[in-house]
């Protein structure tokens, strides 16, 4: 049976996925990111996440060079920075207030949470990098604000957690 990319898009399209901005420290010392919904926890002990990037990206070899990573989980208001980091080309930090994570990755201001990761393995997948990485260090940032979601091609919210 041959599947169409187009079927197979829409039909993972209704997979809902956490919206996150990956982001990294090229070898030229600029910040790089992108935004991505195929991250997932691997491991509770140890403490691992992958990504998925697209090689045609900029990023993975921002990655690569950098030897670390983080996720930035986004908010149900960040729906245009999501926008900013989804676009292929354009200078996606430029006017965005970001600090350094433990390990020197850029962290966005105004995130629900964040990981940092050192690269263990990556893996060569159709036309994706997988990174998996182990977390060194986390946080929650905003326990109180909703997640912004991807889902149908569309971004939606869910209601937060009552702590």
Same mark, same amino acid.
């Given at each position: 049976?041959f599947?169409?990319?187009?079927?197979?898009?829409?039909?993972?399209?209704?997979?809902?996925?956490?919206?996150?901005v990956?982001?990294?420290?090229?070898?030229?010392?600029?910040?790089?990111?992108?935004?991505a919904t195929?991250?997932?926890?691997?491991?509770?002990?140890?403490p691992l996440?992958?990504?998925?990037?697209t090689?045609?990206?900029?990023?993975?070899?921002?990655?690569?060079?950098?030897?670390r990573?983080?996720?930035?989980?986004?908010s149900?208001?960040?729906?245009?920075?999501?926008d900013?980091?989804?676009?292929?080309?354009?200078r996606k930090?430029?006017g965005?207030?970001?600090?350094?994570?433990?390990?020197?990755?850029?962290?966005?201001s105004?995130?629900?949470?964040?990981?940092?990761?050192?690269?263990?393995?990556?893996?060569e997948?159709g036309?994706?990098?997988?990174?998996?990485?182990?977390?060194?260090? /986390?946080?929650i940032?905003? /326990?109180?604000e909703?997640?912004l979601?991807?889902?149908?091609?569309?971004?939606?919210?869910?209601?937060?957690?009552?702590?």
């Amino acid at each position: 049976m041959f599947l169409e990319a187009e079927t197979f898009r829409e039909v993972m399209g209704r997979l809902a996925g956490g919206v996150t901005v990956v982001t990294a420290v090229g070898g030229d010392g600029q910040p790089y990111g992108f935004t991505a919904t195929a991250v997932c926890s691997v491991s509770l002990d140890p403490p691992l996440v992958l990504v998925c990037v697209t090689r045609e990206a900029h990023t993975p070899g921002a990655i690569r060079a950098a030897g670390r990573y983080a996720l930035n989980f986004l908010s149900s208001g960040d729906a245009s920075r999501a926008d900013r980091f989804a676009a292929s080309r354009g200078r996606k930090f430029e006017g965005v207030e970001w600090a350094a994570a433990p390990g020197g990755s850029p962290l966005l201001s105004g995130i629900l949470a964040w990981v940092e990761c050192d690269v263990e393995r990556d893996v060569e997948a159709g036309d994706h990098t997988i990174f998996i990485g182990r977390v060194t260090a /986390a946080d929650i940032e905003s /326990a109180n604000e909703a997640p912004l979601v991807h889902f149908g091609g569309l971004y939606h919210t869910v209601e937060a957690l009552d702590e």
